[in-house]
């Protein structure tokens, strides 16, 4: 029953793990002054840690993109991940914009996999500003089919919580491949008309559910009437000061407190990436349901086996970590639940088959990062990755260009590959490099299209990366563009007009070359880059006679890079794309 003293809420909370579903062996913390290597996440041990913190006053919510970034899903197009997503059975779940990945079909695919009768749970997915046109796209074939709702209520301890989906709209729009059906609704008008029906309907909590990136939600509480709580994902934020401890990039507290537009206290709250972490927050509400305090912490989740230079730690320093890693409320060394692994060992068996192959060796992490300077730290928890990629990006990202220029080398030529930062989504562990790695880095549908331009269509279209990169600060740091076969300084204090990019510098024959806007160059890239998504919008100008889809596998062209022997290095800094790197401050960043 309601409490005139007042009531309690916990949410469990998880966001973009991107069906990385296994857990990731290659990880590291700094543990006792050390640097230790360990296994993150893993669907089970997530399954295990929401079990064994879950109550009757708890909500278990994910925030979107579940789908999309490893070979789980190149393999089970998302049925992987529902089966997994059925074992933890989320009171929620928002869609995220690499829910649309694979167009409308491929969504309603998944969802359907989500529904599946085989599991004794039913999810409801969520978004009050993503609106199927009934009989347009198939998530909405029939008014009685329709699976996306804006919003759902549920009860606990007594009282009623609605719980309002949010959708980032132009990242969907520009990044993914909704289809025509889809109608996108402004985020915030949105979800202040869905309180708004809520508060009137009698319930006494509302929490928004959104994919739409850590900044963007504080933005968002600011702006709204009768909030009191938002989980969120997408921009992959790791929450939680005493991370730092660890050698963790963090992004800000946990949870985070702002006001929203009543003045009233709103907890902003995200679990960082893949399956990684389960957020734990603690609510108090006073008798009339207004937020009193904020509480909880993030749960790292963690395997016990503890490596040094690649080698088991010995049963002495094995017995001090573990007793660190106890001490430390926000470290949890889990043991997956049985049943969630007997799914995930299903699909893993599969997995291995396809992607056990190794092709090389790597001898020190390449670190993935989306830009360099102020503006992109989190992508990495790996110690020391933040500091080696400040100057110049992601180490991962230069090689997946080098790997493209390498392939369309051999088949028809090109003079510079270009890549987007956000178009690949994995470090790469020192050790073995096998086909599994590749397409953990690469895990989209893509293909390599090569486009003749002249040097002036091509500093422009990247112009475009870059106006489009300082547009999104906080959002989609994604169209950072990395190249092969071209170098350039960037300055962030100019305006577009004036050029961003500067002293552009082309190598052939050995020697670089500054850019030359009139002489005509054959570019190649991804197939999503090339029609324009991701603010490469001038890509998508190349007429139908200047562009040729090779058909070539992107993924397929990293494997072959590293199979012809390549270097899997971290590339010399002279062969880097950006070769000097100025911040919206002034602050200068150069290898």
Not at 294 to 322: E, I, K, W, Y
Not at 374 to 385: I, L
Not at 544 to 571: H, K, W
Not at 573 to 591: C, I, M, N, W
Request: hydrophobic share 40%; with cysteine.
């Amino acid at each position: 029953m309601p409490s005139a003293q007042g009531f309690g809420l916990r949410v469990l909370h998880v966001n973009d793990h991107h069906s990385r579903i296994a857990p990731d062996p290659g990880q590291s913390l700094r543990l006792d002054g050390e640097e230790v290597q360990l296994s993150f996440g893993g669907f089970p041990r997530v399954v295990a840690k929401l079990q064994a913190l879950r109550g009757d006053d708890t909500l278990v919510l994910h925030a979107g993109d579940a789908v999309a970034g490893d070979l789980y899903f190149t393999l089970f197009q998302g049925q992987a991940d529902a089966d997994l997503m059925n074992q933890a059975c989320f009171d929620a779940f928002v869609l995220g914009n690499h829910e649309f990945d694979a167009g409308d079909a491929g969504l309603r695919r998944f969802l359907d996999h989500l529904a599946s009768p085989a599991w004794d749970c039913e999810t409801p997915v969520l978004s009050a500003n993503v609106r199927p046109k009934v009989g347009a796209s198939p998530l909405a074939l029939r008014r009685s089919d329709e699976q996306v709702r804006p919003s759902v209520v549920v009860e606990r301890g007594g009282r009623r919580i609605g719980i309002v989906g949010i959708t980032a709209v132009d990242k969907t729009i520009s990044s993914s491949a909704p289809g025509p059906g889809i109608v996108f609704d402004d985020e915030t008008r949105s979800a202040q008309r869905e309180i708004d029906a809520l508060r009137a309907d009698g319930v006494d909590v509302v929490v928004l559910l959104t994919h739409i990136g850590y900044r963007n939600d504080i933005a968002l509480a600011h702006a709204l009437s009768g909030v009191d709580v938002i989980v969120g994902g997408d921009s992959h934020s790791l929450l939680g000061d005493a991370l730092r401890e660890y050698g963790l990039s963090v992004d800000g507290p946990y949870p985070t407190v702002v006001p929203n537009a009543d003045g009233d206290p709103v907890c902003v709250v995200q679990a960082w990436q893949y399956s990684w972490v389960v957020g734990e927050l603690e609510v108090d509400f006073d008798a009339d349901g207004r937020v009193r305090r904020c509480g909880g912490r993030p749960h790292l989740l963690l395997g016990d086996d503890f490596r040094q230079s690649g080698a088991p730690v010995d049963d002495a320093r094995r017995a001090r970590l573990l007793r660190s890693i106890a001490a430390a409320p926000e470290l949890s060394i889990v043991t997956p639940d049985p049943a969630a692994q007997q799914v995930l060992d299903f699909y893993t068996g599969k997995v291995q088959e396809f992607a056990g192959e190794v092709l090389g060796q790597v001898p020190e992490r390449l670190c993935l990062r989306r830009a360099p300077g102020s503006h992109d730290r989190s992508r990495d928890g790996t110690p020391g990755c933040a500091e080696a990629t400040d100057a110049q990006g992601g180490h991962i990202q230069n090689l997946v260009a080098h790997a493209f220029l390498d392939q369309a080398r051999r088949y028809g030529g090109a003079d510079i590959a270009l890549q987007n930062g956000g178009g690949v989504r994995d470090g790469v562990s020192a050790g073995a490099f096998t086909v599994g790695t590749a397409y953990t880095v690469l895990p989209f549908k893509n293909t390599l299209v090569r486009l003749t331009m002249t040097g002036a269509e091509l500093k422009q279209a990247l112009e475009g990366a870059i106006e489009f990169f300082l547009g999104n600060l906080g959002a989609n740091t994604g169209s950072y563009p990395y190249a092969a076969g071209l170098r350039w300084r960037v300055d962030l204090t100019r305006t577009r007009e004036q050029g961003r990019l500067v002293d552009m510098e082309v190598l052939r024959d050995g020697a670089w070359q500054p850019l030359d806007p009139a002489a005509t160059y054959r570019i190649v890239t991804s197939d999503y880059l090339a029609s324009g998504k991701d603010g490469y919008d001038d890509l998508a100008l190349i007429p139908a006679e200047r562009r040729e889809d090779t058909f070539f596998d992107y993924a397929q062209a990293l494997i072959d890079y590293v199979r012809a022997g390549r270097p899997l290095s971290r590339p010399p800094p002279e062969t880097v794309s950006t070769q000097h790197f100025r911040d919206l401050d002034g602050k200068t960043y150069a290898p």
